[in-house]
Every structure is written in C-alpha cells, then in structure tokens.
C-alpha cells in the first residue's frame, strides 16, 4: 500500500520560470493538504483540497500560488514566476473522508530558485 | 489565528534518559493535538495525537499530556534511543477546520 507519493523529489527552476509539484494522495484518501516549509522552520500550511474542490486556501499566498485537485490524476502546486524565496520544501499530505486525525505526509519536494 | 509555540529548540540526552518537549497554544477552540517526527530529508510522521476530551495518552515509550485551562501540551519519551534522534514538531487544529497549525520545532539529539 503506497503512501502518499509526491514528486520530483527535488526541482531546480531559474527565476521567472514556472515549478509544478505534483502529488498522489493515499488509497482510500480524498483529502489533500499542502504545507511549505522553510529551511529551520516548521510547517505553515497553504491549501486544503478534495477532488475538484479547494476547500481552504487561506495559507496560499494571493499571487503566483494556485493549486488544484482534479477528478483524475494528482494534485497540482503550481507556483508561477518563481523568487528566490519560494525556495523550499513543500510537503503533500492526505487524510481520509471520515476525517483529518492521521494525516499521512508524503516525503516532500525540495524547490530550489536560481 | 491560531499561534503553536514549541520549547525547547534543541535537546540533547543520553541515551536511556527521558525527554520532554513542551507545547502551548492560543486558541482555545483547538481540539486536536498531534506530534510528527521529521528526519533528515522525510516527510513528517504522526507519532501519537491526543484530543481535548483526554488528559493523556501512552504508546510503549512516548506519551503525550494536555492542559486544557493553560493550554499546553507536551511530548514525553522515556528510555530515548540513538534511532529516537529527529527533529519532533508539535501542531494543534480546532474543530470545523482541518489545518494544522505546527511549531517550530525541536531536534532531539541522543547521546550513545
């Protein structure tokens, strides 16, 4: 039973240029959440999706950032233009429809802007 | 917003000596209360949560207890070994909102 999967495990992109993050939710799960963390840092939690549907996007920054979890297929952090201070890891979990006790993070990936 | 403060930031034991990690939150509508472990290079993994209807909770060497009135919340492992070393973030969420609001972290250093 797979875990929640997420990838590239590490993306290099150039100033100005466009990071897509990819993420595949547990079996079974339908809820899909999205955390950046900086380096030393904990986790600031930016979106909160189920299929089809962002549900809770309050940590998502108002610009550049959007994210989608469509009916087939993973779910997708795009971050458009990308700064060097978009420089971190960003981390997928999933939980399942009865509720948000036992998250399950995927292993994260680590954007880096050159 | 809801606001996880986490003490110490580092902690360093000898192996088999107890460590606690302390915790406090602002919101007092939190009502979930979980703690990951975070190696070097993984994704965070739930070690043990507790919710606001229990004062505490024990798996094998780690238990967690909750202060409800001075909302607080802490890690306790006993018995810590070289494999226990990572860095342990805490995190809270209240009913009706499934984000989870985490601290800061702590790395837990084991000593051999």
């Known amino acids: 039973n797979a875990g929640v999967m997420q990838n590239p495990r590490h993306l290099v992109r150039r100033r100005g240029q466009e990071a897509r993050l990819r993420c595949s939710p547990m079996k079974g799960h339908s809820h899909v959440y999205w955390y950046r963390q900086l380096p030393e840092e904990g986790l600031k939690f930016m979106v909160y999706?189920?299929?089809?549907?962002?549900?809770?996007e309050s940590g998502m920054p108002k610009e550049r950032f959007s994210a989608e979890f469509p009916k087939e297929g993973p779910s997708i952090l795009r971050i458009q233009q990308v700064v060097r201070g978009d420089s971190a890891a960003y981390f997928c979990?999933?939980?399942?429809?009865?509720?948000?006790?036992?998250?399950?993070f995927g292993s994260g990936t680590r954007l880096t802007v050159v | 917003g809801e606001n996880v403060e986490q003490h110490p930031s580092t902690l360093s034991v000898q192996e088999g000596d107890s460590a606690v990690i302390k915790c406090t939150y602002s919101?007092?509508?939190?009502?979930?209360f979980p703690w990951y472990k975070q190696e070097l290079g993984k994704g965070p993994q739930l070690i043990i949560d507790?919710?606001?209807?229990?004062g505490e909770k024990k798996d094998q060497r780690i238990a967690v207890t909750l202060n409800k009135t001075a909302k607080h919340f802490s890690l306790h492992i006993t018995e810590t070994q070289p494999e226990d070393s990572a860095v342990y973030f805490c995190a809270a969420s209240k009913a009706g909102r499934r984000a989870l609001t985490f601290g800061s972290g702590t790395r837990l250093q084991v000593q051999p």
């Open positions: 999706l189920q299929k089809e549907n962002i549900i809770d």
């Open positions: 507790i919710r606001s209807n229990v």
């Open positions: 919101d007092s509508a939190s009502n979930y």
């Open positions: 979990a999933s939980s399942p429809p009865s509720g948000h006790y036992g998250y399950t």
